[in-house]
């Protein structure tokens, strides 16, 4: 055997692991060059800080912070998210908003576009949706990634399917789908995330705001209505929950005078990491003709399944059993509650790698994404606690599963009372002074 | 033991030897770079950044699989950390790539630790197990792998795992030869060493590698698999 025959044999085996391998992501590798510069330089002038670490790789890590795919973020990223909401109904104008939501809630079917830039460290983001909603079958969501040169990219097609209480995420980016199932969480509260107009008056209406009298756009007579209110947490752009709560809002909606329906919605949101998030959603086009197969999901062949995911309902005994589930893997509990961090940390505690779920059967994968999505109901209960303005506090960092007595997580309930999970995970009902005791140091 | 343990920590401060052996970088050049980086230059960040962003990409992700997501995160944790531990670089340790590629195996093997259990490889195990044919002359290229075998993903999560554990000079020089196609005389040149030195050196990476491929696929499964 001459030393080319063993070259050559060698080498066919050492290059299997180019199996599956990628090119560089020159854009990823970019933003690095230009993070990583920082970084040096902060080392060499003494001046460094601690630099967000995460870039947004890539279109994918852009689309799986997002709100669209949240839920099968559920398989990777995730957030459920309940807002409550209180309607105002006058707004000084010539036009009252409840009219205008109750317009939209007339018409049986809808579809517009939306246009996004997405800004963050030096990455920017640009995609291009198409949403159409029927009031009968459901939502379909496509989105399009958009590069300088204009040019589009399938990126995800979303689907949220009310008769059968799910989600169907079909991620062309990575040739994957999944199936999410509302375990006795509300659909209806996943619908903001599609920038849906009724979301949108809603949260206008329950936020100051002003009227910015009468304009034209394209033609049609148009009453615009503005909030600045940074408690704004419409639209498509409820990203914000992924990279801070929204620091500043600018939202603006105009309105047909003549048919009380939208034309145009402006949202400027920027985050408290500093991610600014521009949108505007057009050309609508109310009262078009659907069937049940425009929402039936197109899934190409090829494409791995994730399975069927399950999404905990946000309450007490799912946030334990989340608690129970960290606390038997890691022997501690999660140092906070944040759901990117604990999501991070629990697929990694259950090796939850999802390139190799293509090596799993169904119900493996099923099994699988339910225990992450099992581990992370303490942080879908303390995101609602949140929202919901109950007073939530926890404190992972310094209680561990065997400081019976000491506070782990908190809440206030509807009669001042507190509701208290302890280091045991025992609960209890303490009222704010017995609660002002334990959480002494 | 000790050396053993600084070898796989630091080889670049062990092994003379691995520390030529890298993607092409003019010597000059690497000077430039090497004295700019000591001085605070940025642009000699940036001159080192373009020089070696790609290949680390290319080899953490010949040496962790496809997952764009954890290559790029282990190549910007990689960079990160040299860019903090630039300005204090040593070329009498070894040459840029050398220390570069030090760093990125750390994050490498800090990956692997933290991927447990380890299911695929018990069952590329299995799958190895349940071969039929010279496995082993395969492994020593006394015979050809069919081409199945060839193509299937058990076999590149097991060379995978087997690079991953080889020292550093080893798993450079086997992923420049037997990937990258350099040849040994081009390695030799840039190394300063005589053919026949980089021939040897090749012999024994080969026969480090096949040690622990046959380790690797003769163990046990663990319940909690390997570390690296």
Redesign the interface.
């Known amino acids: 055997?001459n030393d080319k025959?063993?070259?050559k044999?060698?080498?066919?085996?050492?290059?299997?692991?180019?199996?599956?391998?990628?090119?560089?992501?020159k854009q990823?590798?970019e933003k690095?060059?230009e993070?990583?510069?920082t970084?040096?330089?902060g080392?060499?002038?003494g001046s460094?800080k601690k630099?967000a670490?995460?870039?947004n790789?890539?279109r994918?890590?852009i689309i799986m912070k997002s709100r669209i795919t949240k839920s099968v973020a559920a398989a990777v990223i995730i957030i459920a998210c309940c807002t409550c909401l209180i309607l105002w109904r006058s707004t000084g104008s010539g036009i009252a908003l409840a009219d205008v939501l109750n317009r939209i809630e007339q018409v049986a079917a809808y579809r517009y576009q939306v246009r996004s830039t997405i800004t963050a460290l030096q990455s920017r983001t640009d995609l291009k949706n198409t949403v159409l909603i029927s009031q009968e079958y459901g939502i379909k969501f496509t989105s399009k990634t958009v590069d300088p040169n204009n040019h589009e990219t399938d990126s995800a097609d979303t689907y949220l399917l009310p008769k059968q209480n799910s989600e169907i995420f079909v991620v062309h980016e990575r040739k994957m789908y999944a199936r999410v199932k509302f375990d006795g969480a509300k659909l209806e509260d996943y619908k903001e995330q599609y920038n849906d107009p009724r979301v949108i008056v809603k949260q206008i209406l329950g936020c100051d705001h002003t009227s910015l009298g009468q304009s034209v756009i394209d033609g049609i007579t148009v009453e615009g209505f503005r909030t600045t209110n940074s408690t704004y947490g419409g639209g498509f752009m409820g990203q914000a929950d992924f990279e801070g709560r929204p620091d500043k809002a600018d939202v603006k909606l105009w309105v047909d005078v003549s048919t009380f329906l939208p034309v145009r919605v402006e949202e400027n949101v920027v985050t408290k990491n500093g991610m600014r998030m521009h949108e505007v959603s057009y050309d609508f086009q109310w009262n078009v003709a659907v069937n049940a197969d425009d929402f039936k999901p197109v899934i190409p062949e090829g494409y791995l399944s994730f399975g069927e995911v399950i999404v905990p309902a946000s309450n007490e005994d799912n946030a334990v059993r989340g608690l129970r589930a960290f606390s038997s893997l890691a022997g501690k509990y999660p140092d906070n509650l944040d759901a990117i961090s604990l999501n991070k940390k629990a697929r990694?505690l259950i090796?939850l790698?999802?390139?190799?779920l293509n090596?799993l059967a169904d119900d493996e994968k099923t099994k699988l994404t339910s225990k992450l999505m099992s581990i992370m109901g303490p942080a879908f209960l303390y995101e609602k606690l949140v929202e919901d303005n109950r007073d939530p506090a926890y404190y992972g960092q310094t209680v561990g599963p065997d400081d019976t007595n000491k506070v782990l997580m908190r809440w206030k309930q509807d009669d001042g009372q507190y509701r208290v999970i302890f280091g045991d995970l025992s609960v209890k009902t303490v009222t704010a002074e017995e609660l002002s005791e334990l959480e002494k140091p | 033991m000790l050396k053993r343990k600084l070898y796989y920590d630091q080889s670049w401060d062990i092994d003379v030897f691995c520390c030529q052996l890298r993607p092409y970088m003019d010597k000059n050049v690497e000077k430039a770079i090497a004295r700019g980086l000591q001085q605070g230059s940025q642009q000699a960040w940036l001159q080192l950044y373009e020089a070696y962003a790609g290949p680390v990409w290319r080899n953490i992700s010949r040496l962790t699989g496809g997952d764009s997501a954890v290559v790029a995160d282990l190549v910007q944790e990689t960079f990160l950390a040299a860019a903090r531990s630039a300005r204090n670089f040593n070329a009498g340790r070894g040459t840029l790539w050398v220390w570069l590629w030090a760093i990125a195996r750390r994050q490498i093997a800090l990956y692997y630790r933290k991927q447990k259990p380890r299911m695929p490889l018990d069952q590329a195990r299995q799958w190895w197990a349940g071969l039929d044919g010279e496995k082993f002359d395969w492994i020593d290229a006394k015979a050809d792998m069919p081409p199945d075998i060839l193509e299937s993903k058990e076999l590149a999560l097991l060379v995978r795992l087997a690079l991953s554990k080889l020292p550093g000079d080893y798993q450079t020089l086997l992923l420049a030869k037997y990937i990258d196609s350099r040849q040994a005389e081009e390695i030799a040149e840039q190394m300063g060493r005589s053919e026949t030195a980089v021939r040897s050196k090749l012999t024994r990476a080969r026969k480090a590698f096949r040690k622990v491929f046959t380790r690797l696929t003769t163990q046990a499964p663990k319940v909690h698999g390997v570390s690296i």
């Open positions: 055997m025959t063993t070259d044999r060698i080498s066919s085996i050492i290059s299997s692991v180019n199996r599956g391998t990628n090119e560089p992501d990823f590798l690095l060059r993070q990583s510069a970084e040096f330089e080392y060499v002038t460094s630099l670490k995460t870039i790789f890539s994918w890590r990694k090796s790698d999802i390139d190799s090596d």
